[in-house]
T-cell receptor
Framework: KQEVTQIPAALSVPEGENLVLNCSFT??????LQWFRQDPGKGLTSLLL?????REQTSGRLNASLDKSSGRSTLYIAASQPGDSATYLC???????????FGTGTRLQVTL | DTGVSQDPRHKITKRGQNVTFRCDPI?????LYWYRQTLGQGPEFLTY????????KSRLLSDRFSAERPKGSFSTLEIQRTEQGDSAMYLC??????????????FGSGTRLTVV
């Protein structure tokens, strides 16, 4: 069974800290990976898409990496802000339909 | 075009009733996906359309569930004889014809279904 694991499940940090969210996957058939943000009761907002050939993507204060050989991806958030508080989900692409297999997410709270 | 639209945002229904949800993808996107998310979990794949053709369905999509995408535009997801276990957030997403793997998914805001 394809599995995507996210650690930690929850994280609370003071404003201004840099932090790393981890995502690991056991299915070698996962070829690309996308990180999403989800606010309570809302849909998913795309943050970064990493193709296996790229290994790393950056957008503003966010940087995501992908290492297929070890089955790991990380999302680095620099200088965290209270507005970053949300659940962060990683999802791996598989198959010709490009289906996503999601982790259960990391719930982040950034405090003042 | 402001993204993927889903309607309704919330639906409360009694057990045994039928419900239908609608998704309007980004207009130039030919690929459309439905996912289901229960509380505290990541979304799970339900089904996938390329244009009007339903190309893949998950085992999660029991015979009480049916999805359509007439003319390759909007899509509907119908649940017949709803059960309490159907309570979840139903998410729709679309991607361009170059493929989700190349350009990623755009999700809608979801329809939250509560079966009482």
């Amino acid at each position: 069974k394809q599995e995507v694991t996210q650690i930690p499940a929850a994280l609370s940090v003071p404003e201004g800290e840099n932090l790393v969210l981890n995502c690991s996957f056991t299915d070698s058939a996962i070829y690309n990976l996308q990180w999403f943000r989800q606010d309570p009761g809302k849909g998913l907002t795309s943050l970064l898409l990493i193709q296996s050939s790229q290994r790393e993507q950056t957008s503003g204060r966010l940087n995501a990496s992908l290492d297929k050989s070890s089955g790991r991806s990380t999302l680095y958030i620099a200088a965290s802000q209270p507005g970053d508080s949300a659940t962060y989900l990683c999802a791996g692409f598989t198959g010709t339909a490009s289906k996503l297999t999601f982790g259960t997410g990391t719930r982040l709270q950034v405090t003042l | 075009d402001t993204g993927v639209s889903q309607d309704p945002r919330h639906k409360i229904t009694k057990r045994g009733q039928n419900v239908t949800f609608r998704c309007d993808p980004i207009s130039e996107h030919n690929r459309l996906y439905w996912y289901r998310q229960t509380l505290g979990q990541g979304p799970e794949f339900l089904t996938y359309f390329q244009n009007e053709a339903q190309l893949e369905k998950s085992r999660l999509l029991s015979d009480r569930f049916s999805a359509e995408r007439p003319k390759g535009s909007f899509s509907t997801l119908e649940i017949q004889r709803t059960e309490q276990g159907d309570s979840a957030m139903y998410l729709c997403a679309s991607s361009s014809k170059q493929g989700a793997a190349n350009y990623g998914y755009t999700f809608g805001s979801g329809t939250r279904l509560t079966v009482v």
